[in-house]
């Protein structure tokens, strides 16, 4: 069965500084991906960056990016020069078909 | 390019009733999943459904089911409510054809359903 883990509930961060949320995964396929997700208080999931296990090089995507460390099952999220509208709830998601997300880590961004 | 919707946006039945919630997918994507979302919590999976056909089941119980149409649309029935099934129901849609281990699924806002 996979499993995801998300032992931040909560953090917070100043505004243009960078963060990183953690999430180690349990996964017995050899072929995954790695999802993270957004969601603010208005509860629409909203899709950052993806990692597949197979990938070479750590996934970017604007001021997202995973490190991804594949022998230790961790792919931590980093966000850079945080902004305010940064301010949600995140979720760590491994797919294998289907999506199993973490609990997820509320970050809040101060000014 | 339409992204996913879903119907209704809120809805308040009581015990004992059935729901219907509706999801319209993405445009050039074929598969529907669909996830309940408890308070504070993560998503969990229900089904998917690729060709009309349920893809995949998570640990729900039969009154739970659901139908995908032609179009891709897709629809989640729940029987009996009880009051635990009151929970943000998200519809997720992706393209099966990128493959099970790398379609990024595209959410909808969800239906936030109260059973009471």
């Known amino acids: ?111 | 390019e339409t992204g996913v919707t879903q119907s209704p946006t809120h809805l308040i039945k009581t015990r004992g009733q059935q729901v219907t919630l509706r999801c319209s997918s993405q445009s050039g994507h074929n598969t529907v999943s669909w996830y309940q979302q408890a308070l504070g919590q993560g998503p969990q999976f229900i089904f998917q459904y690729y060709r009309e056909e349920e893809n995949g089941r998570g640990n729900f119980p039969p009154r739970f089911s659901g139908l995908q149409f032609p179009n891709y649309s897709s629809e989640l029935n729940v029987n009996a409510l009880e009051l635990d099934d009151s929970a943000l129901y998200l519809c997720a849609s992706s393209s099966y054809l990128a493959g099970p281990r790398t379609d990024t699924q595209y959410f909808g806002p969800g239906t936030r359903l109260t059973v009471l």
């Open chain 1, 1 to 111: 069965a996979q499993k995801i883990t998300q032992t931040q509930p909560g953090m917070f961060v100043q505004e243009k500084e960078a963060v990183t949320l953690d999430c180690t995964y349990d996964t017995s396929d050899p072929s995954y991906g790695l999802f993270w997700y957004k969601q603010p208080s208005s509860g629409e999931m909203i899709f950052l960056i993806y990692q597949g296990s197979y990938d070479q090089q750590n996934a970017t995507e604007g001021r997202y990016s995973l490190n991804f460390q594949k022998a230790r099952k961790s792919a931590n999220l980093v966000i850079s020069a945080s902004q305010l509208g940064d301010s949600a709830m995140y979720f760590c998601a491994v797919v294998t078909g289907k999506l199993i997300f973490g609990q997820g880590t509320t970050l809040q961004v101060k000014p």
